[in-house]
């Protein structure tokens, strides 16, 4: 099992940079394929991105359409942490955003994941 908890949400203003991270707990977390997925109120949950663990090609990442350019996913399986950076945040990046860890492939959807964070909120003001 993998616990997971996020951090790193909050207010800020439109243009600004953002990382959210995701502390990890569990064993044989380099394996995991880890992502992230956020949810706006009254939305589906939906994919931001995603980074393969050691199982796949480790370090291959994909990102949905509207986070390309713009945000970085990354990990370091040494300290059990995943990161997301986003850059230019805009008022419809607004949602709760999720971790979440799978041994399913391709691992962009989110009925692929088992385990999910408690979620941390970003508000972005215009």
């Known amino acids: 099992q993998v616990q997971l908890v996020e951090s790193g949400g909050g207010l800020v203003q439109a243009g600004d940079s953002l990382r959210l991270s995701c502390a990890a707990s569990?064993?044989?977390?380099?394996?995991?394929?880890m992502g992230w997925f956020r949810q706006a109120p009254g939305k589906e949950r939906e994919f931001v991105a995603r980074i393969y663990g050691s199982g796949g090609s480790g370090g291959t990442t994909s990102y949905a359409g509207s986070m390309k350019g713009r945000s970085a996913i990354s990990r370091d399986n040494a300290k059990n942490m995943v990161y997301l950076h986003i850059d230019s945040l805009e008022p419809s990046d607004t949602a709760v955003y999720y971790c979440a860890a799978t041994n399913s492939f391709p691992a962009t959807h989110a009925q692929e994941y088992n385990y999910w964070g408690q979620g941390t909120q970003v508000t972005v003001s215009s």
């Open positions: 569990g064993r044989s977390f380099g394996g995991y394929n």
